[in-house]
């Protein structure tokens, strides 16, 4: 089954069992435990891959009732009258539900025409699932560009193709515009005399700086025709949005850079973000910049409606479904956060702090193990520390793991030559920080930390994301770190040169969905899991 991009996802699994020394048949059980808990593991986040599929997503909160379109409730008037837009690496599985929605039962339809925006060779991908593409006879052309998500001159001929249908527009026309994650590269359309590739230099000097996904679409914005409302204010026809929101707590004049939302970002902002980066622009980008300011205002759409029909939060709750249909009523998943940041090697550096803490309490120190500031760095509200406390009183009384979910966006700063992406660089990076603080504890137990983008593409790698683990019985160590090793390579060396992708696919070890893209871009799925045993003398 395949699915489309809506987040990265992080999932922590902490079991409990107490075994006697004597007991040599329960520590022969650890290798089957932890194969068992890798196949849950890769299967909760297939979960939340699947809850994410934009095609369900438009089944369920649209529907067609005595010629009205009814999205979310909302009844919408039917006259032969509504055009389809879209861009985004998404928004190819929303197509057919939707024409299918805009035609009556005797077969006629309600859409004139319509065009989409979609990532290079996403048609051949999903070339064996043809329930996601569009149907044969679609009113809706399917356009493709921005390879390898970068914006190009076919993205770029396409949004002014999609920029001269929205002018044409009468006031009594519907204009159904889909947006999802990828969007701000398939829909580029510099200011002039800005070029296409002068915008794209400056987007990738502020990536590579580590810029935030919020400072990189402040800047968008503002050197865009179509972004930061831009879109919007093209047309007085009534506007409706579905969008597949990418970003943290989905603000929607940040999806796609907000092409159908007002801009509410101060006058200077995009200043500030390149100075902030030291990024250096030529005089007439920054007159383009300084003109915006100047003429920045803040106005309501009024023939705008935009309907968020899913988001990170879906992915998240469709983890935490999978485990429970997968493990039963001793099945203790938390989702601690949907709002994780900050640069993916330290995220998974604290990932490692989260696991240590958890085995320490299990061991049966104290619970401020878990510090404030711990819980703060991984984006966890506080308040959440008390349940996690009392979960892990539970699975200390049935023996089962502890399951816990992360979603948000992380960055990567590239430092080498290499290649491999947020995913795995923190996967990596938690790998390295686990060997060096667990292996001269008393821990024994198991550890499996998921790391993966619900739209099937982490970096330029055919992989989601990666998984790793840290195995330990009370006569032996496992990791993936040590298979490294016994192949003479470097694990903290790849992580400097942020060339992840060689030395995870040595052990097969990066996701794969469904073998391909999958269509739904959210913010990524982090998952980890622990399991431990207190071992009595």
């Known amino acids: 089954m395949c699915s489309f991009p809506l987040s990265r996802n992080l999932l922590l699994s902490i079991g409990h069992k107490v075994i006697h020394m004597k007991s040599l048949t329960m520590a022969a059980k650890v290798g089957c435990n932890l194969q068992e808990n890798i196949t849950r593991i890769k299967e909760a986040f297939m979960g939340g891959v699947n809850a994410v599929q934009p095609h ?16 979310n409730g909302i009844k919408f ?16 599985g929303m197509v057919r539900p939707i ?43 399917i356009v493709e560009g921005a390879k390898d998500n970068i914006p190009d001159e ?32 398939l829909l580029p359309y510099p200011i002039p005399p800005l070029s296409l590739n002068e915008k794209i230099e400056i987007i ?33 026809t009534r506007i409706i949005s579905l969008i597949l929101s990418d970003i943290i707590n989905s603000p929607l004049d940040m999806i796609a850079s907000g092409p159908t939302v007002c801009n509410r970002d101060a ?17 007439h980008i920054k007159a383009i910049i300084k003109g915006k300011a100047t003429s920045s205002t803040v106005a309501e759409f009024s023939h705008v409606t935009n309907y968020i029909i899913g988001s990170n939060k879906t992915a998240l709750l469709g983890v935490e479904t999978s485990l429970f249909s997968q493990t039963g009523s001793h099945c203790y998943p938390l989702i601690l956060s949907s709002s994780l940041r900050g640069e993916a090697s330290e995220i998974g550096r604290k990932m490692a702090e989260l696991v240590v803490a958890i085995t320490q309490i299990l061991g ?26 009392d979960t892990l009183e539970k699975i200390r009384k049935f023996q089962s793991p502890i399951w816990l979910v992360f979603g948000g966006e992380t960055t990567v700063t590239v430092t080498g030559s290499g290649r491999g992406g947020r995913n795995q660089e923190m996967v990596l990076s938690a790998s390295v920080a686990l060997e060096e603080k667990l292996q001269n504890t008393k821990f024994v137990g198991e550890v499996i930390f998921l790391s ?56 097969e070890n990066t996701l794969h969905p469904s073998q391909s893209p999958t269509g739904a871009r959210f913010p990524p799925v982090l998952t980890a899991s622990a399991s431990s045993r207190a071992i009595h003398s």
């Open 56 to 71: 369900e997503l438009i089944r369920k909160h649209i529907t067609q009732d005595s010629e009205k379109l009814v999205i």
């Open 154 to 185: 076919a993205a770029f001929t396409t949004a002014k193709r999609i920029v001269s249908l929205v002018k044409k527009l009468g006031e009594k026309d519907i204009l159904l515009v889909l947006i999802s994650g990828g969007g701000s590269a």
């Open 77 to 92: 008037d039917l006259q032969q009258n509504v055009y389809m837009i879209g861009f985004g690496k998404a928004v190819i």
């Open 267 to 283: 006058p200077q902002s995009a200043e500030k973000v390149l100075e902030k980066y030291n990024i250096s622009t030529p005089g």
């Open 364 to 389: 049966g120190k104290q619970d401020d193990q878990l510090s404030n500031s711990l819980l703060s760095d991984l984006c966890v509200d506080v308040d959440k520390k008390k349940a996690i406390i």
């Open 204 to 236: 990738k000097s502020l990536s590579q700086a580590g810029a935030s996904i919020t400072d990189l679409n402040t800047v968008r914005k503002v050197l865009s025709v179509t972004k930061g409302g831009g879109l919007a204010e093209l047309t007085k």
């Open 452 to 507: 993966g983008g619900t739209d099937g593409i982490d970096g330029p790698t055919d992989a989601a994301g990666a998984l790793t683990y840290w195995c330990s019985s009370d006569h032996d160590v496992k990791s993936q770190l040590q298979e490294a090793r016994q192949q003479g390579l470097s694990p903290e060396n790849f992580l400097v040169e942020v060339f992840l992708a060689w030395i995870l696919l040595i052990f």
């Open 99 to 141: 024409e299918r929605a805009l035609t009556t039962s005797d077969g006629v339809t309600h859409l004139k025409r319509g065009i989409i925006s979609v990532p290079f060779g996403i048609q051949e991908t999903f070339i064996n699932h043809p329930d996601i593409l569009p149907e044969e006879n679609s009113l809706v052309e």
